[in-house]
């Protein structure tokens, strides 16, 4: 079993004004075996840290595989994207091609995104969606 946690987890679990038992709830996912990274994921959680956020993020991320980006991503996104809207959703680009990431390796995605049950629902995404304690 795959396990690809999306944004959502990364954001929660590491910025510092998340409640402790909120952390507590996320680390047996970080720490999980089958855990997995994605560079849609990678993208969006880097790209507006702070140097030294980015220094301690790359560190944590080094300890997690990184499941390839097919090649046919874009395609796979689109198709997703129009499958969404033809359902009367419109999903963020991003989780769209997180999707197709998790899509392509039957990943499992780990997320408290509500946007990706629009994608499951018309998709064959394996989602398992997280609600924050408390």
Request: aromatic share 6%; glycine share 2%.
């Amino acid at each position: 079993m795959t396990l690809l946690l999306d944004t959502s987890l990364w954001i929660d679990f590491t910025r510092a004004r998340s409640p402790a038992p909120l952390k507590q709830f996320i680390a047996p996912y970080v720490l999980d075996p089958a855990a997995h990274l994605a560079e849609p994921v990678l993208f969006e959680v880097l790209r507006s840290a702070r140097p030294e956020e980015a220094r301690l993020l790359e560190a944590q991320f080094a300890t997690l595989p990184c499941l390839p980006t097919p090649q046919d991503l874009w395609q796979r996104a689109i198709a997703l994207g129009q499958a969404c809207r033809q359902a009367g959703r419109t999903v963020l680009s991003l989780d769209l091609l997180v999707a197709a990431v998790a899509m392509h390796h039957d990943a499992i995605l780990v997320s408290f995104g509500a946007d990706f049950e629009a994608i499951a629902s018309v998709s064959a995404l394996r989602l398992q969606r997280l609600n924050r304690p408390g």
